[in-house]
């Protein structure tokens, strides 16, 4: 089974830091209303991912993924 470290964030803003550093990411994707989350590949090729949990994070302004 694969497993993948995942990082809670504000993931607007975590994936715009990853992609102004030149990290590839993968886009936003959504279960409405419950969690936001991305994955990404380190430079060692790891992949690794973000999530929001919109339960208890919910996103400041929604218009902005």
Known sequence: ???RV????DIVAAREQLLGIGV???PVDAQPGVVLWCNFTDPW???LGLYQDLSRWPLENPGVM
């Open 24 to 26: 590839a990411a993968d």
């Open 6 to 9: 995942l990082f809670r964030s």
């Open 1 to 3: 089974e694969f497993r």
């Open 45 to 47: 090729g790891n992949r």
